[in-house]
């Protein structure tokens, strides 16, 4: 794994309608480059909810989901509810759950984080304060700001509201975060070809 930093800015993701027309989706990254909905090892994105209703099914993809913006949802995972009304805090479920989202108010966004289980895994925490990183071989790591900002101290960037910036094998020193920030630190199953 080469070392990077690269910088998404929010104003450059595209929508994409879902096909069930209850919201939108914009893809923040994915990996492998190129990689679509059946190819994927890891996809970040954000998602504007605008109804209730099924979620898409992914077999053999574990998924992480956190509300941005909103008044939340009841997620019916498997038959077992689970309210999530707070913001910025990460819960997990298995993408081939038979899953339902009601709306507990209206519309929202939600932070989703999905690793293919036989070529990933992620672990996605929410920070209000300040933090520094050294990602670990075979470790990728994603941060987006979801309130306010994340100002990385060194290359001295800052990402606005729903920026992000993913780096791997590099110390990025310090980050001062005004707000709230996700941290997501993707890591390659033994015997994947990698992040």
Excluded: Y
Excluded at 4 to 21: C, I, Q, Y
Excluded at 52 to 70: K, M, N
Excluded at 119 to 134: D, K, M, N, P
Excluded at 149 to 166: I, K, M, Q, S, Y
């Amino acid at each position: 794994m080469t070392r990077e930093f690269s910088v998404l800015r929010a104003h450059d993701r595209p929508a994409t309608p879902w096909k069930n027309g209850g919201g939108i989706t914009r893809e923040v990254a994915a990996g492998p480059a190129g990689a679509g909905l059946d190819d994927f090892s890891w996809r970040v994105s954000l998602a504007e909810v605008g109804q209730g209703g099924p979620f898409s099914a992914f077999t053999g993809v574990d998924r992480v989901i956190t509300l941005v913006e909103g008044p939340g949802m009841e997620l019916t995972v498997d038959g077992a509810p689970h309210t999530i009304a707070a913001p910025n805090q990460p819960f997990a479920f298995p993408g081939d759950a038979t899953t339902t989202c009601r709306l507990l108010g209206g519309p929202l966004v939600d932070f989703n984080v999905m690793t293919r289980r036989t070529e990933a895994t992620a672990q996605v925490r929410v920070t209000h304060e300040g933090f520094s990183l050294a990602p670990r071989r075979g470790e990728l790591v994603l941060v987006i700001a979801l309130m306010g900002t994340a100002t990385f101290e060194e290359p001295g960037v800052t990402l606005d509201r729903l920026d992000a910036a993913v780096f791997s094998g590099q110390d990025v020193g310090a980050v001062r975060v005004e707000g709230a920030a996700a941290i997501v630190t993707l890591t390659a199953v033994s015997g994947s070809p990698g992040l």
